[in-house]
C-alpha cells in the first residue's frame, strides 16, 4: 500500500501517531513532503527510510515539535499537537551527535529532564538508577561524556532520551557515529529494549540495512512521499515499485517491453530479443516500457538445482568473487552488464570462469514487472 492510501490501513480512533494529509515547505513552493497520510499504533518500531533530501527527517523533526507542518495535522494518542511545543509533547530523542551535556556528569545528563519536569530528588535517584541499568551503565554516574567511548555516549543518550518514561522515542540517526560492529551491535540492544518496555519508536536512518534488521514496519521515502509501507521482509520480497526494489538490498533489473498480459503473469520481451514470464506489478498494458526486478540470491546457474518451473535465459559470466560465505558473480544478461548472483559457499558450488556462456534461471513468481522509470 503506498502513498496517500496508507491511512485507511488503520483507523485514526486506534492510532497512536497520525500524520492527516500533512505538507511541509520552506520556502513556500517546493514541497519537502507531499501529503502525508500515515498512522502507527502504540508499542510499533517504525522507520523512515530513504536518501538525504527524501523527507524523512522533516518529518520526524515535525513530529518532535522543532518544525512546524505548512499544511495538515499531526496527532499524538488522539489529539494534535500541532500548537504544543516540544518540551510539552513527552517525546524522548536520541541523535546522532549524542547531545550529552560536557560540563555534567553522566548522573547529571540524565537528572535534568526530570528535573525540567520538577521531580523530587528521591524520585529522580530512583529514575536515573533505573535507566542506567537498563543500558548496562549503572557504573558509569559519575564519569563525563568525555571520559566515555562512542557506544557508551549512545547508551547514555538512550538512557536519558528513557529516563523520564515517554510513550513515544524518536531517533535520528542515532548509530551513524559508531563502527560498523558496534553499530551492529547496537541495533540489537535499541530494538530488544524498545520491545522489553513497549515503547513506540520512531527511527530515522538512510541505512537499509540497518532498517530491515530493527523495524517492525518501514515507510521508504523519496522526493516528499512514501513510495512504500510494509514490514521488511515484504518490502525486500514485494516491492511495488523500481525505487523501492532498487533502495532496499541488491538488486538485478533488466528492462524490456510488455509483449503479453494474462491475469497474474505477463511476458517480457528483454533488450536482445530474449522473453521472460514475470509478475505485473507496476504495468498495465501491452506495450508498456517494464524494468523487472530479480534478487541475486533467487537467480541459479547450476542447472541441476533449477526448480521445475523455472525460466532460463543466456548470461556471459564477467566476474567470480570468492566472499566466504557467498561467491558473487556478476554477469551480461541481455544488455546489463551488472547482473549478479549469488550462491552460498558449498561443496558442490560451481565455480564459473570469465567469459562462459551459460544459462541462468529463476523461477517467475521471483521475477516483478515494475516502472520503467
Known amino acids: 500500500m503506498t502513498g496517500s492510501h496508507l491511512l485507511a490501513e488503520q483507523s485514526n480512533s486506534d492510532a497512536f501517531v497520525a500524520f492527516e494529509r500533512v505538507q511541509k515547505s520552506y520556502d513556500g513552493e517546493t514541497l519537502v513532503v507531499k501529503d502525508l497520510n500515515l ?18 527527517t522533516t518529518c520526524l523533526m515535525m513530529l518532535a515539535g ?15 499537537i500541532n500548537n504544543i511545543p516540544p518540551h510539552k509533547r513527552g517525546i524522548g530523542m536520541v ?8 560540563h555534567m556528569t553522566i548522573y547529571e545528563n540524565l537528572s535534568f529532564p526530570l528535573e525540567v519536569r520538577k521531580m523530587g ?9 533505573r535507566a ?27 538512557a536519558r532520551a528513557l529516563v523520564f518514561e515517554p510513550e513515544l522515542v524518536l531517533m535520528d540517526e ?9 553499530r551492529e551491535k547496537m541495533q540489537f540492544e535499541i530494538t530488544d529494549l524498545a520491545h522489553r518496555l513497549g515503547i513506540t519508536v520512531v527511527y530515522v536512518t538512510h ?3 540497518e532498517a530491515l534488521t530493527m523495524s517492525d514496519r518501514v515507510a521508504v521515502f523519496d522526493d516528499g512521499r512514501i513510495q512504500q509501507l510494509d514490514p521488511p521482509d515484504t ?34 520481451k528483454l533488450a536482445d530479443g530474449q522473453e521472460i514470464d514475470a509478475v505485473p506489478i507496476n504495468v498495465h498494458n501491452v506495450g508498456d516500457r517494464t524494468r523487472v526486478s530479480i534478487r541475486p540470491e533467487r537467480v541459479e546457474f547450476n542447472k541441476d538445482r533449477l526448480q521445475e518451473g523455472a525460466h532460463t535465459v543466456k548470461a556471459e559470466v564477467l566476474e567470480f568473487i570468492y566472499m566466504g560465505d557467498i561467491f558473487r558473480t556478476r554477469l551480461r544478461v541481455a544488455g546489463n552488464d551488472e547482473f549478479v548472483i549469488k550462491t552460498r559457499n558449498a561443496p558442490d558450488q560451481v565455480r564459473l570462469e570469465p567469459g562462459s556462456q551459460i544459462e541462468i534461471g529463476w523461477l517467475p513468481e521471483d521475477c516483478r514487472a515494475l516502472d520503467a522509470s
Open 66 to 80: 522543532f518544525e512546524t507542518a505548512t499544511h495538515g495535522e499531526i496527532k499524538l494518542d488522539g489529539v494534535s
Open 235 to 268: 518490502l525486500y520480497e514485494k516491492p511495488q515499485n523500481s525505487f523501492v526494489a532498487q533502495f532496499i538490498g541488491e538488486n538485478n533489473t533488466l528492462e524490456g517491453t510488455i509483449t503479453q498480459i494474462t491475469g497474474e503473469t505477463c511476458l517480457v
Open 207 to 209: 541505512d537499509q540495512t
Open 174 to 182: 542515532p548509530l551513524g557515529a559508531l563502527d560498523k560492529q558496534l
Open 95 to 102: 541523535f546522532q551527535n549524542y547531545a550529552l551535556f560536557p
Open 39 to 56: 498512522t502507527m499504533p502504540k508499542g510499533e518500531f517504525l522507520t523512515m527510510l530513504g536518501p538525504s533530501g527524501s523527507g524523512k
Open 121 to 129: 530528588k528521591a524520585d529522580r535517584e530512583q529514575k536515573v538508577k
Open 132 to 158: 542506567l541499568d537498563m543500558v548496562e551503565m549503572g557504573a558509569f554516574g559519575g564519569r563525563r561524556p568525555a571520559q566515555l567511548s562512542g557506544g557508551q555516549q549512545q547508551r547514555i543518550a538512550l
